[in-house]
Protein backbone atom coordinates (compact mmCIF):
# COMPACT_ATOMS: atom_id res chain seq x y z
CA UNK A 1 0.00 0.00 0.00
CA UNK A 2 1.02 3.58 -0.69
CA UNK A 3 2.48 5.56 1.95
CA UNK A 4 3.71 9.48 2.09
CA UNK A 5 5.38 10.42 5.45
CA UNK A 6 6.87 14.27 5.64
CA UNK A 7 8.67 15.71 8.25
CA UNK A 8 10.62 18.41 8.99
CA UNK A 9 8.09 20.89 10.00
CA UNK A 10 8.36 23.05 12.87
CA UNK A 11 8.42 26.64 14.33
CA UNK A 12 10.62 29.20 13.20
CA UNK A 13 11.51 32.42 13.05
CA UNK A 14 10.75 34.55 9.76
CA UNK A 15 12.92 35.10 7.34
CA UNK A 16 14.57 31.45 8.65
CA UNK A 17 14.80 28.63 5.72
CA UNK A 18 13.00 25.26 6.18
CA UNK A 19 13.45 22.01 4.31
CA UNK A 20 10.53 19.51 4.42
CA UNK A 21 10.80 15.98 3.30
CA UNK A 22 7.84 13.39 2.14
CA UNK A 23 8.87 9.77 2.04
CA UNK A 24 7.21 8.07 -0.44
CA UNK A 25 6.67 4.66 0.41
CA UNK A 26 5.55 1.15 -2.13
CA UNK A 27 4.71 3.49 -4.90
CA UNK A 28 4.97 1.60 -7.81
CA UNK A 29 3.88 4.20 -10.68
CA UNK A 30 6.38 5.30 -13.53
CA UNK A 31 4.23 8.21 -14.33
CA UNK A 32 3.27 10.44 -12.11
CA UNK A 33 3.08 14.02 -10.60
CA UNK A 34 3.91 14.72 -7.13
CA UNK A 35 2.94 17.91 -4.94
CA UNK A 36 3.38 19.50 -2.04
CA UNK A 37 -0.04 21.63 -0.72
CA UNK A 38 -0.23 23.69 1.97
CA UNK A 39 -3.20 24.49 4.72
CA UNK A 40 -3.44 27.62 6.71
CA UNK A 41 -6.20 28.45 9.11
CA UNK A 42 -9.08 29.30 8.16
CA UNK A 43 -7.96 28.92 4.27
CA UNK A 44 -8.74 26.17 1.60
CA UNK A 45 -6.05 23.55 0.98
CA UNK A 46 -3.61 25.29 -2.12
CA UNK A 47 -0.76 23.67 -4.40
CA UNK A 48 2.40 25.36 -3.93
CA UNK A 49 4.88 23.27 -6.02
CA UNK A 50 4.97 20.13 -8.16
CA UNK A 51 7.12 17.69 -9.48
CA UNK A 52 6.82 15.46 -12.25
CA UNK A 53 8.18 12.43 -13.23
CA UNK A 54 9.65 13.57 -16.40
CA UNK A 55 11.54 16.23 -14.05
CA UNK A 56 9.45 19.42 -14.78
CA UNK A 57 8.84 21.45 -12.02
CA UNK A 58 6.01 23.83 -11.63
CA UNK A 59 5.06 26.73 -8.98
CA UNK A 60 2.67 28.67 -7.67
CA UNK A 61 3.10 31.95 -8.59
CA UNK A 62 3.25 33.52 -5.16
CA UNK A 63 5.96 31.41 -3.58
CA UNK A 64 8.24 30.88 -6.93
CA UNK A 65 11.78 32.41 -6.10
CA UNK A 66 11.39 31.47 -2.46
CA UNK A 67 10.02 27.38 -2.83
CA UNK A 68 11.82 25.08 -4.53
CA UNK A 69 10.83 21.08 -4.77
CA UNK A 70 13.00 18.26 -5.53
CA UNK A 71 13.03 14.82 -5.38
CA UNK A 72 15.77 12.00 -4.95
CA UNK A 73 14.59 8.96 -6.81
CA UNK A 74 16.61 6.46 -5.75
CA UNK A 75 14.85 7.26 -2.07
CA UNK A 76 11.54 8.45 -3.36
CA UNK A 77 12.11 11.31 -1.11
CA UNK A 78 10.35 14.87 -2.04
CA UNK A 79 11.72 17.92 -1.03
CA UNK A 80 10.58 21.50 -0.71
CA UNK A 81 13.19 23.52 0.47
CA UNK A 82 11.89 27.25 1.46
CA UNK A 83 13.79 30.54 1.93
CA UNK A 84 13.08 33.22 3.95
CA UNK A 85 9.85 32.34 5.74
CA UNK A 86 7.24 34.52 6.30
CA UNK A 87 4.54 34.25 8.54
CA UNK A 88 1.68 33.83 6.20
CA UNK A 89 3.72 30.14 5.51
CA UNK A 90 2.06 28.88 8.66
CA UNK A 91 0.13 26.12 7.72
CA UNK A 92 -0.18 22.53 7.42
CA UNK A 93 2.17 21.19 4.61
CA UNK A 94 0.78 18.11 3.12
CA UNK A 95 2.68 15.85 0.03
CA UNK A 96 0.39 14.46 -2.38
CA UNK A 97 0.68 12.09 -5.19
CA UNK A 98 -0.90 11.34 -8.46
CA UNK A 99 -0.91 8.24 -9.85
CA UNK A 100 -0.33 9.96 -13.50
CA UNK A 101 1.06 12.98 -14.65
CA UNK A 102 -0.96 15.86 -14.68
CA UNK A 103 -0.77 18.12 -17.80
CA UNK A 104 -3.08 20.27 -15.64
CA UNK A 105 -5.03 20.49 -12.15
CA UNK A 106 -1.31 19.70 -10.42
CA UNK A 107 -2.29 22.00 -8.23
CA UNK A 108 -5.96 20.96 -7.48
CA UNK A 109 -6.37 18.68 -4.32
CA UNK A 110 -9.24 16.34 -5.64
CA UNK A 111 -6.76 15.15 -8.45
CA UNK A 112 -4.50 13.16 -6.22
CA UNK A 113 -5.37 9.92 -4.66
CA UNK A 114 -2.53 9.14 -1.90
CA UNK A 115 -1.83 12.06 0.93
CA UNK A 116 0.89 11.83 3.88
CA UNK A 117 -0.32 13.46 7.65
CA UNK A 118 0.73 16.18 7.11
CA UNK A 119 3.93 18.30 8.58
CA UNK A 120 3.29 21.77 11.03
CA UNK A 121 5.09 24.65 10.09
CA UNK A 122 4.72 27.82 12.30
CA UNK A 123 6.82 30.81 12.11
CA UNK A 124 6.55 33.89 14.36
CA UNK A 125 7.63 37.48 13.92
Known amino acids: QVQLVESGGGSVQAGDSLKLSCEIF????????LTWFREAPGKRREGLAT???????QYQRSVKGRFTISLDKAKMTLDLQILSLDVEDTGMYYC???????????????????WGQGTQVTVSS
Open 26 to 33: RFPFNSYS
Open 96 to 114: AAATSRLGIGYFTPSNFKY
Open 51 to 57: YHDSGIT
